[in-house]
């Protein structure tokens, strides 16, 4: 009997971590990948770019919880560093090692194959300053970013309102501009300035504004018996803080007391009435939305139909229909007398002038005798 004993192989990268320029407070990710058998373990080391410093190994939780370390064991070894909120001490060489042999993390005994290893650098640079403003004149909004100190050359900029790209050129100015038609009420939101630079510098406009209320309807229509919703939403920048409803603008609307009930999530509300009354519920009701900069408000007009109002188009089609047939059979009444009396004439006609030819003929035949 033979045994299979499977070939082991050293370990050996597929993927090396790759060296990276980053700003402060940025974020960096290193990735390394490993293969051997049996599966290598992959470890991460740093050495800072301090003359005393050693390396020392990082992780899942290190610099106080702002390293995160993600590794997989299928069939080859993959590991992902990431640290967040970068400072200048994050910059430093990495090292990404890996090993298969058994005795690799003997306290006594030394690995017969060692660790190999792959390394990155991380630059990490001072965010520098920039200055922003946006000033609204003759219906248009002009936005500005100004890069004070640039520490590598500028090959270009970038407009962007969240994922949508407004503007692009390739100048290579330290100042760059956005202009906007229209009121600041119609284009708030965060704007982003973006500098081609290695690595890109990116910096913020936000243009904030009280809630621009609108309604979904200005007018619903509900059922006697049916349950009413009423919709605001608020398009504008900043968030919703608190929403609240009222009716005919003095009485608030509790939620859950009687028959409403408000469901209201960041920028949209929702007003329900369950078993709409006529008299009770016709009218005006108000949705009202704070933030930081202040209060808006719109209001829907709620209008209650009784529940026979739904029948109503349907019966008058039945009435026109009735009607119509109801005409149809009079004409057709006093039509059949006139068409039997011109059948009668129509068929005595040809009597008559056969009975005159007989009594012709027979005088005609007297005559000659």
Known sequence: ???????????????????QKRLTQDSVELYCEAIGNPIPEIQWWFEGNEPNETYAQLWDGARQDRVKINATYNLHSTSTIYIANLTGDDSGTYE??????????????????????????????ERPDIQTQFTSTHGKLVLSCNLTEPHSAIDGHEWKYGDKILQTDTESSSVTTYEIEGKKEEHS??????????PEIKGEINISVVPQVVAYKKSEHGNEGDTGVLTCKNPSFPPVSSWTWSRNGEQS??????????????????????????????????????????????????RVRSRLAALWPFLGIVAEVLVLVTIIFIYEKRRKPDEVLDDDDGGSAPLKSNATNHKDKNVRQRNAN
Not at 1 to 19: E, M, T
Not at 189 to 198: A, N, R
């Open 96 to 125: 990404c090692r890996a090993s298969n042999d058994p005795d690799r993390n003997h306290l006594s005994k030394s690995p017969k194959v060692k660790w190999i290893r792959s390394q990155a650098n991380v630059f990490v640079i």
């Open 253 to 302: 609307i509790i939620n859950g007391s009687g028959r409403y009930i408000i469901k209201s999530s960041g920028n949209k509300t929702e007003l329900r009435i369950l078993k709409l009354n006529i008299e009770e519920d016709t009218g005006d009701y108000q949705c009202i939305a704070i933030n930081v900069f202040g209060t808006g408000e719109a209001t829907v007009n709620l």
């Open 189 to 198: 939101g965060i704007y982003q300035c973006i500098f081609k630079t290695s």
């Open 1 to 19: 009997h033979f045994a299979l004993i499977p070939l082991q192989l050293v370990a050996g990268f597929i993927k090396s971590p790759l060296s």
